[in-house]
């Protein structure tokens, strides 16, 4: 049983820019709707805001200004490729540098999809609404600068 998925054909892309960020990467948080039986209004609540969250979102989007300067936002469809870099335990390390035992993948805490809920701070610099953003590559990993690598293209 098939899904009815075809292969997206090959689609020429132009690089439209690409942004470092550098420090440790912030997930973001679940929202969450309902409706408050009193007032019968919706309302929503957030888990995180502000704080290293809110630091981690404004160098996301000084970065990717700097980097588009006067061009406009993308107003087609974008593709997104990402890789998020964290530091390494000290417990990776013993006297002669990294052990051999040290995992080559981070496995553990952040999920990458809450990661890229931080990418909303590109909206209205490199796109005009995420929703553009069609086909996302995304990674996680160790390495000596933490981190995200972000790379847009234009479909």
């Known amino acids: ?7 997206p054909e090959p689609v020429a892309e132009a690089v439209v820019v690409e942004v470092v960020v550098r420090g440790i990467p912030v997930p973001q948080g679940s929202v969450r709707a309902f409706v408050n039986p009193k007032t019968g209004r919706a309302q929503v609540v957030s888990t ?3 704080g290293p969250l809110g630091a981690w979102r404004d160098r996301i989007a000084t970065e ?3 980097q588009m300067g006067e061009r406009p936002p ?3 469809p974008v593709k997104l490729q990402a890789r998020f870099t964290f530091p390494r335990p000290s417990a990776h390390y013993g006297k002669n540098g ?3 035992s040290a995992p080559v993948h981070k496995t553990t805490a952040p999920d990458v999809d809450k990661l890229t809920r931080a990418f909303d701070a590109l909206t209205g610099i490199i796109w005009i609404d995420d929703a553009q953003v069609v086909e996302m590559h995304v990674a996680k990993g160790f390495g000596d600068e933490p981190g995200v690598r972000l790379r847009v293209s234009a479909l």
């Open 48 to 50: 995180q805001r502000g």
């Open 74 to 76: 993308i107003r087609g």
């Open 98 to 100: 990294l052990l051999p």
């Open 64 to 66: 990717a200004q700097m």
């Open 1 to 7: 049983m098939t899904l009815g998925l075809v292969p």
